[in-house]
T-cell receptor
Framework: AQSVTQPDIHITVSEGASLELRCNYSYGATPYLFWYVQSPGQGLQLLLK??????LVQGIKGFEAEFKRSQSSFNLRKPSVHWSDAAEYFC???????????FGTGTSLTVIP | EPEVTQTPSHQVTQMGQEVILRCVPI?????FYWYRQILGQKVEFLVS????????KSEIFDDQFSVERPDGSNFTLKIRSTKLEDSAMYFCASSDIQQIMNTEAFFGQGTRLTVV
């Protein structure tokens, strides 16, 4: 069965510091991979996605993620975090059949001044 | 920027009561979805809907659940007789083409349902 694991429930970083949020997936083939962000009171917003090709993908708000097939990982990174990045981040996997996402449990990011 | 809107943002209901969660998808989208997240757990797929019928559903989406597009703009999720374990955040989403993985699904801000 497909699954997505976000091992960090909560992360706190200082503003200006770098950030890496971890995501591991379990699926027999290369899945479609996504990162969504949810700010308080807002919907889930797509940050970036990977379908194929270059394993380093760029997203909005200065985020990037790298697909590593050997590690079944799709970690999200940002070189310098801003206070407005405080939010809940969800990694998701999609299959090339059907129309559903499999989400992780989310990582809550706190940014301290 | 177009957005998916959900109402209400928070609903409290007594166990056994019926609830209807409402969603207004993006106007030119044709594919609609409901997901839910029980506190501390994963966001889980419930159902997808296209052309006035369910196209996929998960095992969570049992006979207590139903979806409807009553008019040209709303997309509703009805829970016929709520249970305590239905307490969760419910997300509506919509997309413009069927292959959701080839496009972007837009999610609403969620409705927090509390069953007491």
């Amino acid at each position: 069965a497909q699954s997505v694991t976000q091992p960090d429930i909560h992360i706190t970083v200082s503003e200006g510091a770098s950030l890496e949020l971890r995501c591991n997936y379990s699926y027999g083939a290369t899945p479609y991979l996504f990162w969504y962000v949810q700010s308080p009171g807002q919907g889930l917003q797509l940050l970036l996605k990977y379908f194929s090709g270059d394993t380093l993908v760029q997203g909005i708000k200065g985020f990037e993620a790298e697909f590593k097939r050997s590690q079944s990982s799709f970690n999200l990174r940002k070189p310098s975090v801003h206070w407005s990045d405080a939010a809940e981040y969800f990694c998701a996997v999609g299959l090339n059949t059907g129309n559903q996402f499999y989400f992780g449990t989310g990582t809550s990011l706190t940014v301290i001044p | 920027e177009p957005e998916v809107t959900q109402t209400p943002s928070h609903q409290v209901t007594q166990m056994g009561q019926e609830v209807i969660l409402r969603c207004v998808p993006i106007s030119n989208h044709l594919y609609f979805y409901w997901y839910r997240q029980i506190l501390g757990q994963k966001v889980e797929f419930l159902v997808s809907f296209y052309n006035n019928e369910i196209s996929e559903k998960s095992e969570i989406f049992d006979d207590q659940f139903s979806v409807e597009r009553p008019d040209g703009s709303n997309f509703t999720l009805k829970i016929r007789s709520t249970k305590l374990e239905d307490s969760a955040m419910y997300f509506c989403a919509s997309s413009d083409i069927q292959q959701i993985m080839n496009t972007e699904a837009f999610f609403g801000q969620g409705t927090r349902l509390t069953v007491v």
